[in-house]
């Protein structure tokens, strides 16, 4: 296999600027983190220290194996809803007893916890990807339930949280809830639900209803202990399984009813030998993509800096060269990899995308999609040489895959571009963005220009005059929304990729996400129809070979 050269010149001037803004772009984003990490702020941590209680990453740090690493995602929930950075709760893939585990865990400082839209929809992706990948997953319980001022946009989806608890249990994913607090209403059916369930005496309160409502609803007086006190649910109700003295002792329940799981992960052989680090320095990757996502890079660049040994077998590097395919090894993980390199996708670059991805599938590997590409091309010449059939075959080729996808978005995703490069709609395994990435229908210029030509049009059509004043100030207000909203930041808040990471960091993140992918049932050699189907129901309960390697980041 060739051992990718590169030829980025990290002493020029552009390197340096280009490296000067990705590191101001990182710092925006390490102060979003920061006020994720804050959780409720300094008074609502205060409090619950106060009571004597950990934080929710201090219980995440404890509950996972020291040292190490945890695979945060959807950090940023909530960016830019008015609704606190973060979602008001931390979810990750973290070790725990040498086993990967989806944890989910409420963060008591941010409104009692509660779930707003935002942090029902980073449980439920969490949910998700522990069905997806196989992850026994831990919750750990501390919430005041629904957010009630915004219920109605929890209330009926929310339900899908319990559905899949259950689901998880019956297809063989354990489900462990340790409950550090409230678990209230709605939240009582997540121990409900679990299959194992810790309580800490004379903390955990786990009840349909508190006594303020049940006195509302049946005139009974009652108080927390009696209605839903840890010592009446571990003698009494049954509701738990386990009765801890404390927050450290159920931490360490939990971390032995894990050990107790013997889970076994079961993937392909790994490439034989440890695996190397790529020749050339991920550290680079900082001053590769350029602020201005017109001016095209090459995604070789890339490659040859997350690769094992930045060893690269390129698939028809003659045709449709707008768009780089070919194989390689990541951290010992046999992959296919698909990446942009001049932005468009032509009909050339499309029949090669569908053609590699059947390749992949008859071989069984995962495929990494590295998207930076403004689209499929326009034009009357290319419409008429068959522009969207082409477009179409790659797109039912990644829509009709049967290998995980990983997604990173490195620049541009623009336009149907973002389907074909398997974009959130197609449901990669995981998708991650750098601080360079923007997604929208169209660029913002493109798209206030169409706004304003349809706007002359309709104008000549009904015989008024157009006026270009109007049209001037309608057309920078759009491109202004449209700049917004095509922010990382923005996007990642909606929960449209897991997460915005540094790009120095992209190895090693992969490298987690396919040893997560690898703790499902995997393909064998040659086996692509063996992959597992995303959905809990068919799957059956993984056996066979020893677990993965974990990467620190
Ligand atoms: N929805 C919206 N806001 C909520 C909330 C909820 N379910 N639960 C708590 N909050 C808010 C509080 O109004 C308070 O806001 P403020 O500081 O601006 O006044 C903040 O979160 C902290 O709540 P507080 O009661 O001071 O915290 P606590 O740690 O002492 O108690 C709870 C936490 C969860 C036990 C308590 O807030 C509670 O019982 N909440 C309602 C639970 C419930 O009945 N939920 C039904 C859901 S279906």
Sequence with gaps: MTVLASSLDVGSAGYAGRRDWMLARLAELDAEHAKAIGGGGPKYVQRHRDRGKLTV??????????????????????????FAVGGSGVTGIGVIEGTECLISASDPTVRGGSTNPWSLRKSMRAMRIAIENRLPFVNLVESGGADLPTQKEIFIPGGQVFRDLTQM?????????????????????????????????????????????????????????????????ARQSGLADFLAADELDALRIGRSIVARLNWRANGPARAPGRAEPPVHDPGELLGLVP????????????????????????????????????????????????????????????????????LVNQVGVPLLFLQNTTGYMVGASYEQAGIIKHGAMMINAVSNSRVPHLTIIMGASYGAGNYGMCGRAYSPRFLFSWPSAKSAVMGPAQLAGVLSIVGRQAAAARGEPFDEEADAAMRSMVEQQI????HPFVLSGMLYDDGVIDPRDTRSVLGMCLSAIFSAPGAGPGGARDWPDPGPAGAARAGGTARYGIFRM
């Design 57 to 82: 990453r201090e219980r995440v740090e404890l509950l996972i194996d020291p040292d190490s690493p945890f695979l945060e995602l959807s950090a940023l929930a909530g960016y830019g809803t008015g």
């Design 169 to 233: 249990s019956a297809a063989g994913i354990p489900t462990i809830a340790l409950v550090f607090g409230n678990s209230t209403a709605g939240g009582a059916y997540v121990p409900g639900m679990s299959d194992y369930v810790v309580m800490i005496e004379g903390r955990s309160k786990v009840f349909l209803a508190g006594p303020p409502l049940v006195k509302m609803a049946t005139g009974e007086e009652s108080d927390d202990e009696s209605l839903g006190g840890a010592a009446m649910h």
């Design 291 to 358: 602020e201005d996502l017109k001016v095209p890079f090459d995604p070789r660049e890339v490659i040859a800096r997350l690769v094992d040994g930045s060893r690269f077998d390129e698939f028809k590097p003659l045709y449709g060269t707008s768009l780089v395919t070919g194989w390689a090894a990541l951290h010992g993980h046999p992959i296919g990899i698909l990446a942009n390199a001049r932005g468009i996708l032509f009909s050339a670059e499309s029949q090669k995308a569908a053609q590699f991805i059947q």
């Design 483 to 486: 700049e917004a909203e095509s």
